[in-house]
């Protein structure tokens, strides 16, 4: 028997997604969130509508909305005991995002610049910042590497002069040059939010 989804007084089987006779797509059952509508007006029909667009981008049957990827080097970080952290933010020459790869590139070597100890399990590195922002407002309705951001993210990118919208990526250089992903800080990050679906993102390092 075939598997009917009922949204706002439109039904949908579970084969084929239809609308103007042309089919979107084969998978509207990978939709696991669809739940049945039990609207009785216009308002209700349109919102319960707008929540199976929304279950059908976020499960991959309707194609989701692309992130507005933004990246600054402009982190300052003017907190005692992070000058050397600082320091090395300060010879971001520029940082770009294409296509998934985010570059950053320096004004001198790995080698060049200094130690900083980012405390607990992230230990020891040639670290320093840039600011990431995907067009979702306010962050805490994104996703990073599977948890929401929070609001003490907005606080940390408030205190180093982010703007609304930013987060801080934190970057252990001497890892992402050699694409050391054996310790907690990798070379990469996914991020998720409703509409938009989960998306890879790759951070390299070009040397001065």
Same mark, same amino acid.
């Given at each position: 028997m075939t598997k009917k989804i009922s949204c706002g007084g439109f039904e949908f089987d579970e084969k084929s997604f239809a609308q103007d006779g042309r089919v979107l797509s084969t998978v509207v059952s990978q939709a696991d969130d669809i739940e049945l509508s039990e609207?009785?007006?216009? &308002?209700? %029909?349109?919102?319960?509508?707008?929540?199976l667009i929304l279950a059908l981008k976020n499960s991959g049957v309707i194609a989701p909305y692309e992130f507005d990827i933004t990246v600054t080097k402009n982190v300052v970080d003017s907190i005692t005991g992070r000058a050397d952290r600082q320091y090395n933010t300060n010879q971001i020459k520029?940082?770009?995002?294409?296509d998934g790869i985010i570059t950053i590139?320096?004004?001198k070597?790995?080698?060049?610049?200094?130690?900083?100890n980012?405390?607990?399990?992230?230990?020891t590195h040639k670290w320093l910042g840039i600011g990431i922002s995907a067009g979702v &407002?306010? %962050?805490t309705n994104l996703k990073y590497?599977?948890?929401y951001l929070t609001n003490e993210d907005i606080t940390e990118a408030t205190q180093v002069g982010l703007s609304s919208g930013y987060f801080v990526r934190w970057v252990a250089a001497d890892l992402v040059l050699t694409e050391n992903n054996n310790e907690p800080s990798k070379n990469y990050f996914t991020?998720?939010?409703n509409r938009y679906g989960s998306v890879k993102y790759t951070i390299k390092l070009i040397e001065g």
């Open positions: 609207a009785t007006d216009v &308002t209700g %029909i349109v919102e319960d509508f707008n929540d520029s940082v770009s995002e294409k590139v320096l004004n070597t790995v080698a060049e610049l200094k130690d900083f980012a405390g607990g399990k992230w230990g &407002t306010p %962050i590497n599977g948890s991020l998720w939010a």
